[in-house]
């Protein structure tokens, strides 16, 4: 995906010549000349970073990235002609990832985008792959929600008290929905141990979740397929 990036200072010539060595490097951008356009320009469209400098009519950069933080998480590289420590520090605490005072060589800052870009782009990855990690974990089947991570099962958000091997034998029917699995099958998967033809365990553990999931649900969920095994409907 090509990176858009938006630009926001008061100095036209500055904002230009920042625009020419990022589009010369491949980069979309927008530009922006005070605080109040530059929001307008970021709720309008998407902006994988903002070059934002400090001082500027209407909002300037510290309450930009007040406003931006608030729900956001683009990369701010924020600019100023101010070289005092404070001021960098403000502009970090307020929020921004990076701080380059003016004057700048335009090759740093094409170095500081890059790797802003390169991070942002580490953490998005890191942070989709947590949460369809999450997500493979949960299975939702009607009003019943199973979370494998924290080892829960509730019906319409009212927990349903499962013991360990209740819970997971209800996983492993939900995962595949519509495939029948056998007291074999259920037995060495949930025990994890050899399985004896005589062995009702499973039988029992089956009977006592069917009751506790019929009473919250008012249906059965779990279907007995006679001679073969048992199974949840997809």
């Known amino acids: 995906m090509d990176k858009r990036i938006l630009i926001v200072d008061d100095e036209k010539e500055i904002a230009d010549l920042i625009e020419i060595y990022l589009r010369n490097e491949g ?5 922006a000349y005070d605080g109040e356009e530059a929001l307008q320009r970021y709720a309008e469209q998407s902006f994988q970073l903002v070059i934002l400098d400090i001082m500027m009519p209407k909002l300037d950069g510290l309450e930009v990235c007040r406003t931006l933080r608030r729900d956001q ?5 924020m600019l100023s002609a101010k070289t005092q420590d404070m001021d960098k520090i403000l502009g970090l605490m307020t929020g921004a990832d990076d701080y380059m005072t003016k004057p700048f060589n335009p090759l740093e800052l094409l170095a500081r985008v890059r790797s802003l870009l390169r991070r942002s782009y580490q953490y998005s990855a890191v942070k989709e792959e947590v949460q369809q990690e999450q997500d493979e974990m949960e299975l939702h089947i009607g009003q019943l929600k199973i979370n494998r991570l924290s080892h829960t099962a509730e019906v319409n958000g009212q927990a349903l ?4 091997t209740e819970f997971g034998i209800l996983y492993l029917l939900a995962s595949q929905p519509g495939r029948v699995f056998s007291a074999e099958d259920i037995f060495q998967q949930v025990w994890k141990e050899k399985y004896f033809d005589s062995n009702n365990t499973v039988m029992v553990h089956i009977s006592k979740l069917r009751d506790k999931l019929e009473k919250e649900l008012g249906e059965k969920l779990i279907v ?5 095994g048992y199974k949840i409907e997809g």
């Open 27 to 31: 980069f979309l951008t927008e530009k």
């Open 161 to 164: 008290h499962l013991t360990s």
């Open 224 to 228: 007995t397929v006679w001679g073969v």
């Open 73 to 77: 998480h683009v990369p701010i590289l």
